[in-house]
């Protein structure tokens, strides 16, 4: 068996339109409505609906953008797919042992991403065992035991990998870590790995804090937002909402990115009547079409061209008593521009220069400004040293810790932010170790663990028994498929904490389990009382979560008893926690959390305010928590990867029927897509200078590191994308992702520079 994205696959029956200028509208309601109907039923879904998001309701599954403050929309306090997120996990389909029964391990995984995950909610413990071919049910406490056995078995704790989700609550982490750590190990890799560890690792060494440092309210008071590497209309809707408003207040926006899209271009709020009608939409005022990792080089153009004016008018472009008073590198930055040539930057970021200037001249006289990226920053080879140069700009105009302006890595998780704050860290820093074991009486262990890239090169060396995944799809999330699918049948036990069925649980270890467990949108009555959950958004606020929906199975746990359990069954007779008070009710897990993690002080208090509360940031408050407690500066040299002969660069991208792993459908409507996901959009001059049509099919594959990798069956599809660039979708363009390609210092997978070759379909 191998997975369903390494074969030759069904085409759907690809049909083209022409790409929208505009996201939104009554559509994207219309949509909406009809995808819970049908998933969730009229009376289930719009019970969802109306909490989703609002005070006293339940956090969306969906991205992790925050929510306002102060008045929230009576009507909808949520986006397309938000409604998509949540009409999958509120589906009334329930899979029991009977579906499990009759349905093979190898018929499940011919089916596509999308029909695996349409099958609905895994309503039960599941087991496969040695050499099994179907799953089958197994009770809870057979469960927890046999993966304690799997883990007292190890030679050692480092033998045992605990992945984590985004979608995975404060408390339940919490406990998450402490477990992990009890046992023995800090071999805790999560989905951040995969996105935006490389904005963390660079905040952290330019301002002291791996977070943005922005609020919602500063996008009213913002002069300019620069939104780079993003696509919001898809990934972050509601976002739109904000920088709508922005540009009413009078902020120009700006949007950098490889493709037009139509969420960067326009944006018709159907909460208005202007926007319901189409009549009020325009966004950016200058787009800027990069090449795939031409920003870094695009940002140094800007830096050069307002230099030339600061050097003519010392004082009146750069904030000169903020970077003395607060920053380090400063002169070593200037010595580096001066030395730049414009033309080899145009070349490199592909932007014309006369709209460089366009863009430099909206910033010349401008320090409110807020620049917001995603993952066609992080995710490329010199990610952290992109991130450093978006720094650069707003520290040259005094940018940062002030209102209105700022950083704003968008998250794509809705609380990614959350997990690690709670210590979802491979790599944990000292003072958090040093308070679980005066808080818990217990030695964490100190070395390093594995990440996400290392956790899958351990599996795949035979160096892992068990893994452990709270949440995720693991499998399609990660690069190099085909390695990853080898990694993991390498393992002695596999274990995966769901709500839905998912191809990770079909390529499997030895033995196989799936625990089912509750949803956001679910009522928790873990220890016979209504309990709630909290989240972090990008933002840094943290707020309650309470699910409404009765579960579609009463034999559903939630991640806290999971965790719990599990706890008492591998640690018996030697944990120093009582984890039968956790399960009792999560306002001890709170006050825990309060004594461990700085900044939740009195958290059961203030995460039941309305809003809930924002965690401190010295970014925030222009305080910088380096060593020197100054912002720093830093320099490096544009550079973007040349594709070979007959090579395209290559970047991975979501539909807009999607949400990170989960296909929600086939169309890609925004972009004139529909009924398929097996394409490949190229530059229509490429096209025809390489002799292929469109609607051609096409087999694409690389040969990195002297081992061919191939995904086959794809059609060309004519776009407006710079030269020798293409895209594709993830997960099914993974397959081509190398393991060894990381971004230096995160080691965060690179899956927007690929380089590929096209060759027809099935001409091996």
Not at 29 to 35: F, G, I, L, P
Not at 294 to 303: K, N, S, T, V, W
Not at 379 to 395: C, D, F, G, K
Request: hydrophobic residues 40%.
């Amino acid at each position: 068996m191998v997975p369903q994205a390494e074969n030759p696959t069904r085409l759907t029956g690809l049909k083209l339109d022409k790409p929208y200028a505009t996201a939104a509208g009554l559509e994207a309601v219309a949509v909406s409505m009809r995808t819970v109907y049908e998933e969730a039923g009229v009376n289930r879904g719009l019970k969802a609906l109306f909490k989703l998001n609002q005070k006293g309701g339940f956090d969306c599954p969906s991205c992790a953008w925050p929510d306002p403050d102060g008045h929230r929309s009576a009507i909808a306090e949520y986006c397309e797919n938000g409604a998509k997120a949540v009409a999958e996990e509120a589906t009334e389909k329930a899979l029991f042992a009977d579906f499990f029964a009759a349905h093979s391990v190898a018929d499940l995984a011919e089916l596509s991403d999308r029909d695996i995950g349409k099958q609905g909610r895994v309503a039960e413990p599941m087991y496969l065992p040695a050499d099994g071919t179907h799953y089958q049910p197994i009770s809870w406490g057979a469960a927890f035991g046999k993966i304690a056995a799997h883990l007292n078995y190890l030679a050692s704790p480092d033998e045992a990998v605990f992945y984590t989700s985004g979608r995975t609550s404060n408390e339940a982490a919490f406990l998450y870590q402490l477990f992990v750590r009890e046992f023995g190990t800090n071999n805790l890799p999560d989905c951040s790995n995969m996105c935006h560890e490389s904005s963390g690792v660079a905040l952290m060494e330019s301002v002291g804090i791996g977070k943005g440092s922005v609020t919602l309210d500063d996008f009213n008071q913002a002069e300019v937002i620069m939104v780079m590497g993003q696509n919001p209309g898809t990934n972050h809707p509601r976002m739109l909402t904000a920088l709508q408003q922005a540009k009413r207040n009078g902020a120009t926006i700006i949007a950098v990115n490889p493709l037009p899209e139509a969420g960067l271009m326009g944006f018709n709020n159907p909460q208005t009547v202007r926007g319901a009608l189409g009549m009020d939409s325009q966004l950016s005022s200058l787009f800027l079409q990069v090449k795939l990792n031409g920003d870094m080089a695009l940002l140094q153009a800007i830096e050069r061209l307002l230099l030339n004016e600061e050097e003519k008018r010392p004082g009146a472009i750069f904030d000169q008593t903020f970077i003395k008073e607060q920053t380090e590198g400063y002169e070593a930055l200037l010595d580096h521009l001066r030395q730049l040539d414009m033309q080899e930057l145009v070349a490199l970021c592909g932007v014309p220069l006369d709209q460089i200037r366009e863009a430099a001249q909206v910033l010349t006289h401008k320090n409110r400004i807020i620049i917001c990226w995603a993952m066609g920053l992080t995710q490329h080879a010199n990610a952290v040293a992109t991130i450093r140069e978006v720094v650069n700009l707003l520290l040259l105009k005094g940018s940062i810790g002030k209102p209105g302006a700022g950083t704003c890595p968008v998250r794509g998780h809705s609380n990614v932010q959350g997990d690690r704050t709670m210590g979802i860290w491979e790599k944990p820093p000292t003072a958090l170790l040093e308070k679980l074991q005066s808080t818990f009486g217990f030695e964490p262990p100190r070395r390093h663990g594995f990440d996400t890239v290392e956790a899958i090169r351990a599996m795949h060396a035979g160096k892992v028994g068990v893994f452990f995944a709270m949440g995720g799809n693991f499998l399609s999330a990660t690069p190099d498929t085909r390695y990853t699918a080898e990694a993991l049948r390498r393992c002695q036990l596999t274990v995966h904490v769901s709500t839905k069925l998912n191809r990770s649980h079909l390529v499997h270890g030895r033995e196989a389990l799936i625990l089912p467990t509750l949803g956001r949108s679910d009522r928790d009555l873990t220890g016979g009382t209504e309990q709630f959950i909290s989240c972090e958004n990008s933002m840094g606020v943290v707020q309650a979560s309470r699910g409404v929906l009765t579960p579609v199975s009463d034999n559903l746990l939630s991640e806290v008893a999971i965790v719990c359990r599990l706890a008492q069954a591998t640690l018996a007779g030697r944990t120093r926690i009582n984890w039968t008070r956790y399960e009792q009710h999560y306002d001890f897990i709170r006050q825990d959390i309060a004594q461990v993690i700085p900044g939740f002080k009195d958290y059961n208090e203030k995460v039941r305010q309305p809003a809930g509360f924002y965690l401190p940031n010295g970014a925030r408050e222009g305080r910088f928590n380096t060593p020197d407690g100054k912002a720093h500066f830093h320099v490096a040299q544009a550079v973007v990867p040349s594709p070979g002969p007959d090579e395209y660069l290559m970047m991975t991208i979501r539909s807009h029927d999607q949400f990170n792993t989960t296909i929600y459908g086939l169309d890609d409507r925004y972009r004139g897509v529909r009924n398929e996901r097996r394409v490949v959009f190229m530059n229509k001059t490429d096209m025809a200078a390489a002799g292929y049509q469109p609607g051609e099919v096409v087999d694409l594959f690389n040969l990195t590191d002297g081992q061919e990798r191939v995904a086959r069956t794809f059609i060309l599809v004519a776009y407006d994308i710079p030269r020798r660039c293409i895209a594709t979708y993830f997960p099914e363009a993974n397959v081509l992702v190398p393991i060894s390609t990381t971004a230096q210092k995160s080691n965060t997978p690179v899956y927007k520079t690929v380089p590929v070759s096209l060759r027809k379909a099935g001409k091996e």
